[in-house]
């Protein structure tokens, strides 16, 4: 049996590192906003090359409250793909806002930079790129513009600790940008929590009140805020998986390597590909057929687990009915959604299990 993911290996690795840092953690007895949140800021706005990292409870806040610093709200136009993970187009609802989707390119899954212009209207705040599977959006084209247009760039990296785009990290490619550390993301706690990082000193300090009440003094509150804070025992944990980052991304995109290099003869299957100047971090290995439905099918019945990411788009779902799109509205998307199959990801992924995989993908295709 070959699961889809597998955490055994990370915590053989670090857990007694873990446990030590609970214990720690729980012998200081200081469980919100202390030192490690404060250490964890330090070292992740450091290692993703930006000035500020402010820790959050979710990625989900983490966009919602980049956007509501930035005075985003009822009235305004947020630009999102047409595919992603629901949460991109829910933060936009959740200051008021409307999303507007464009469609994604065929091939990278990310926002295609040519079909932005058309979109655009007064009301246009932003844009929010998500390097959707761990490959950085085309951020030069949807800088230029951005700036053109003067709106906010807002990353979605939540997929993509630690890809580069050219000489810089992804968190460091736009205005501020929300990661996730949901526990099976690249850089992953031991339950929820989230970051925003930026350049911006006034953003960061909005971001930083926001998430606390909307208090930087205590029991003196400035404006509405909410409670969403990445606690002291996760910010512990982040800290002792950080340093591993890059080796385990290194080990992602080896294994993806080797699938494409096994999977490359195969004309029905559309592989990922990796624009030059950027990297990809390999959150998911993601491939596309038109017999996506048989072929999970068939790896299925020979013991490997795939996934779909993901199976309904957001314009489709019924949380977004009311924006009135309909099935045809964004084909790019659609096809994508019918089409895409994740085949099993994690990086201490044995090479065996990889070369077993193709195999069974091979053989799909071979009686077809
Ligand atoms: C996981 C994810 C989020 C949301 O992060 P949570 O921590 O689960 O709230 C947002 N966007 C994308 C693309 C994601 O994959």
Redesign the pocket.
């Known amino acids: 049996m070959i699961p889809f993911f597998d955490f055994s290996e990370v915590h053989r690795e670090l857990g007694q590192s873990l446990t030590a840092t609970f214990e720690e953690v729980m012998s200081r007895g200081h469980l919100i906003m202390g030192r490690e949140l404060e250490a964890f800021e330090d070292e992740f706005a450091q290692y993703c090359g930006s000035k500020y990292c402010i820790g959050v409870g ?4 983490a ?1 919602a409250l980049s956007l509501r610093a930035r005075g985003i709200g009822p009235g305004d136009e947020v630009i999102v793909p047409s595919q ?2 629901i ?2 187009w829910l933060a936009v609802s959740m200051v008021g806002a409307t999303p507007i989707p464009v469609e994604i390119d065929a091939s990278t899954y990310t926002l295609d930079p040519l079909r932005i212009e058309e979109k655009l209207s007064p009301r246009t705040a932003a844009i929010i790129p ?1 390097h ?1 599977y761990g490959l950085p959006a085309n951020m030069s084209a949807i800088r230029q513009l951005a700036d053109t247009n003067k709106l906010f760039v807002l990353e ?1 990296a ?2 993509s600790h630690g890809a580069m785009y050219g000489d810089k990290r992804c968190g460091a490619l736009g205005d501020a940008a ?1 990661f ?3 526990p099976t ?1 690249n850089l992953g706690a031991m339950g ?1 929590g ?1 970051a925003v990082v930026t350049d911006d000193r006034t953003l960061a300090d909005k971001i930083r009140m926001l998430r606390n009440y909307g208090s930087s003094v205590k029991y003196v509150h400035e404006t509405v805020g909410v409670n969403t804070r990445l606690d002291e025992l996760q910010a512990a944990f982040l800290r002792k998986k950080l340093p591993l980052l890059d080796d385990w991304n290194a080990k992602r995109a080896a294994i993806a390597k080797r699938y494409s290099e096994a999977l490359a003869s195969l004309d029905e299957l559309v592989l990922p590909t990796i624009p030059t100047g950027r990297t990809h971090v390999f959150h998911l290995y993601v491939i596309r057929s038109k017999h996506r439905r048989a072929l999970a099918q068939r790896l299925q019945d020979r013991g490997v687990s795939t996934a779909v990411h993901y199976p309904i788009p957001p314009h489709l779902q019924a949380a977004f009915s009311g924006l009135g799109y309909v099935k045809g509205s964004l084909p790019v998307a659609e096809a994508a959604s019918e089409e895409s199959l994740s085949l099993p990801m994690w990086p201490h992924m044995p090479f065996e299990f990889v070369d077993a995989v193709a195999h069974y993908v091979q053989q799909f295709f071979a009686k077809a």
Do not use: W
């Not at 979710?58 to 806040?61: A, K, M, V």
């Open positions: 979710n990625g989900l806040d966009l992603t993970f949460a991109t998500v959707l979605d939540a997929q929300a996730s550390f949901y993301k929820d989230g």
